[in-house]
Nanobody, 118 residues
Framework: QVQLVESGGGLVQAGGSLRLSCAAS????????VGWFRQAPGKEREFVAA???????NYADSVKARFTCSRDHAKNTVYLQMNSLKPEDTAVYYC????????????WGQGTQVTVSS
């Protein structure tokens, strides 16, 4: 079982930066794939970024070159560094994790609000 807690959200002006953290419990977290998703009001949840247990990453086109996903296995934490934020990045951001060496996201955090003002 993995429990996820996001933090780091807040209010920032357009062009600013935030770093989200996803702290996990569970001995096998380092073997999971972790994704970041977001959901804006009135919109469906969408994929933002992901990092595998081997540290390979992929990103949605809308955030490429602005967002960077990383993880610290020793701290059981995954990060999402968000730069050059835009008002359209405003959403609740969730991290999710798979079971070890799996591909389906089974575990979800409670979400953290990111608001970008223009």
């Amino acid at each position: 079982q993995v429990q996820l807690v996001e933090s780091g959200g807040g209010l920032v002006q357009a062009g600013g930066s935030l770093r989200l953290s996803c702290a996990a419990s569970g001995r096998t977290f380092s073997a999971t794939n972790v994704g970041w998703f977001r959901q804006a009001p009135g919109k469906e949840r969408e994929f933002v970024a992901a990092i595998s247990w081997t540290l390979s990453t992929n990103y949605a086109d809308s955030v490429k070159a602005r967002f960077t996903c990383s993880r610290d296995h020793a701290k059981n934490t995954v990060y999402l560094q968000m730069n050059s934020l835009k008002p359209e990045d405003t959403a609740v951001y969730y991290c999710a994790a798979t079971k070890p060496w799996d591909t389906n996201y089974e575990y979800w955090g409670q979400g953290t609000q990111v608001t970008v003002s223009s």
